[in-house]
């Protein structure tokens, strides 16, 4: 069973970088093309994608955050990771991670719990 | 950029009941378009892939419907469990903007 689990601090100063990881396990990212992705949640609000990574790097960006997020992975860890730059208290949110498959278009098959991510001095 | 506009944005039902979920996209996505279930804390699920596919291990009392711009979700014989949030995100769209509706509170009446 593939699970995922987001981490990071749960406290971001602004102006600074957030910075999560998505620790992968029950599955290898490095096996065959995958994608991975981040989704976030602001409170009282929907769901907002960010982006997606392909297994080999390639990335796949939100025009809203594709000037100040960029997103990674790691094979030999087996997780990928996230970086937003300049955050502001608008990025207050939890942060989900999720393995995306294609099948007829794309989704999200299996996601993370979610962390909170707080901006603020 | 492609908006998807859920109704209702809350709904209150019983156990047994049956509910539908519409979700409308600005427009033409084909049939891409996902459902998802959200109870806060946990996981979201994908239910329905591509307008209508089961994902699995989900019950068979949610199926999913449409094409183009309007698309359904329907859960049939409602649980406890399916009290929650619910999610129609398209992956239409190139570059990556796969938006969400605003989602569908399903409340226990």
């Known amino acids: 069973q593939v699970r995922l689990q987001e981490s990071g601090p749960g406290l971001v100063k602004p102006s600074q970088t957030l910075s999560l990881t998505c620790s992968v396990s029950g599955a290898s990212i490095g096996s065959g093309i995958s994608y991975w992705a981040w989704i976030r949640q602001p409170a009282g609000k929907g769901l907002e994608w960010i982006g997606r990574?392909?297994?080999?790097?390639?990335?796949f960006y939100s025009p809203f955050f594709k000037s100040r997020v960029i997103l990674s992975v790691d094979t030999s860890n087996n997780h990928f990771s996230l970086n937003l730059t300049s955050v502001t208290a608008a990025d207050t949110a939890v942060y989900f991670c999720?393995?995306?498959?294609?099948?007829?278009?794309?989704?999200?098959?299996?996601w993370g719990k979610g962390t909170t991510v707080t901006v603020s001095s | 950029d492609i908006h998807l506009t859920q109704s209702p944005s809350s709904l209150s039902a019983s156990v047994g009941d049956r509910v539908t979920i519409t979700c409308r996209a600005s427009?033409?996505?084909?049939?891409?378009l996902n459902w998802y279930q959200h109870v806060p804390g946990k996981a979201p699920k994908l239910l329905i892939s591509a307008a209508s596919r089961l994902a699995s291990g989900v019950p068979t009392r949610f199926s999913g419907s449409g094409s183009r711009t309007f698309f359904t979700l329907s859960i049939s014989d409602l649980q406890p469990e399916d009290f929650a949030t619910y999610y129609c995100q398209q992956s239409y769209s190139t570059p990556d903007m796969y938006t969400f509706g605003q989602g569908t509170r399903l409340e226990i009446k």
């Open positions: 999720a393995r995306v498959t294609y099948d007829r278009g794309f989704h999200m098959d299996v």
């Open positions: 990574v392909q297994n080999s790097g390639n990335t």
């Open positions: 427009e033409t996505i084909t049939t891409y």
